[in-house]
């Protein structure tokens, strides 16, 4: 069976590995297609190389069928199309105890620090997989696992219908985000500084600014009567974002923290003071939120086929993190595999 494996320093190897046979509690899945995740380019450019085990398979967006189920597993037959959310927790750490398993102190995740999904076939322990329903197809189930981010965002960002959101950063979980947010009634703004994301982003029917054409502040302000956003999503990571997030919001507005952040960023505090602001941290999602992600995508209600850029030969990884990098218009790369 084919895997590709990242083996350092840039260096993707296509080649062939042992398919693991499922144990009692596991399932095996004849993958369909994978979708390339900001991660994995971070596992590419050697930002995790502490933290993975080389040659490491990559990988964790993706959909397929069920090839083989372990002797325990009950409610998964040979055959059904199905994704995997890729947490396995402890169940013993404080987090787990408090019924905050997908932000357990101990966990894994499943193609960071287990092998992933760009291999032929996945063995997976049976809680992470979810059953798709037949009408939906595998090329839009492989955008499950980022869809259930951002129904996880929204839904930690209390976002109700008439809201003004502001997303910070229209890539791929940002965009999503403001699909979502606008399923739920908001009327949303995406802020970006690449022109070919932005095109796109108004052509899914949002209202688009590029904070360095544009008053963004100002911009909200007129459009609120002076109040002020709701709810902002912070999702690019960048040092102006995190500096912007508090000026935008209304009084107890919410700011949605989404992006990793490298380095401490720089936050308004006096503002959160001033405008009794509140201040959220997300991260993953819940199996309700892996339910809420399935039931859209087969709503056929988002628009998910235009944010699939393209869709390469698993073979050809390293070609994706090259489209990647060249940035333009990119969203979303899924590999057939
Ligand atoms: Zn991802
Ligand atoms: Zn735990």
New binding site residues.
Partial sequence: MKAVFYEGDRRIRVGTCTPRPPGPNEVQIQVAYGGICGTDLHIFHGAMDRRVRMPQIMGHEMSGRVHAVGSQVQGIRVGDPVTVMPLD?????P??QAGH?HI???LKFLGIDTPGAFQSFWTVPAHTVFRLPETLSLQQAALIEPLAVACHDVRLGEVKAGDQVVVIGGGPIGTLIALVAREQGAHVLVSDVNPHRLALIQELGFQVVNPLEEDLPGLVQQQTNGAGADVVFEVSGSAAGARTMTELLRTRGLAVVVAIFGQPPAVDLFRVFWRELRLRGVRVYEQEDFQRAIELAASGRLPLDKLITSVRPLEQLQAGFEEMEQGGANMKILLEV
């Fill in positions: 927790p402890c169940g013993v750490c987090a787990c398993s357990c102190h101990n």
